[in-house]
């Protein structure tokens, strides 16, 4: 499993860095400064959790189990969730999309917790 978060970590930066790019140069002109906005806070949660996800990879070295991976996937599910659902809101208008957002959001609150539950009870296991 560390491998392919760690393959996911990467490509999710890189793919954020992609996006920001984009946003910055061929956005800039075309979306309102508040839908602007919407996309940037896409662009900055989803690197946040693609380098969450990198150390998740090595935590999974360090303490595996269950919790640990569950944490990894509700990254990957909330970055899909919030980034994503902030695009699409960004890039369409359609307001009803924001409903997905807080989905994401809930994903990474959960996820966060597996992490730190999988570190507490790997850390006891050694």
Do not use: I
């Amino acid at each position: 499993m560390d491998r392919l978060f760690f393959l996911l970590g990467s490509l999710s930066a890189g793919s954020a860095v992609a996006l920001g790019a984009f946003g910055a140069h061929a956005l800039k002109a075309r979306l309102s400064p508040e839908m602007l906005a919407v996309y940037e806070t896409g662009v900055r949660y989803q690197m946040f959790h693609a380098l969450a996800l990198l150390a998740v990879a090595w935590a999974a070295t360090r303490w595996p189990g269950p919790a640990m991976t569950a944490g990894g996937w509700l990254m990957v599910a909330g970055t899909v969730l919030f980034s994503g659902s902030l695009y699409a809101l960004s890039l369409t208008g359609v307001r009803g999309l924001g409903a997905v957002t807080p989905l994401g959001g809930a994903a990474w609150l959960v996820g966060w917790g597996c992490v730190a539950w999988g570190a507490y009870k790997g850390a006891g296991a050694q």
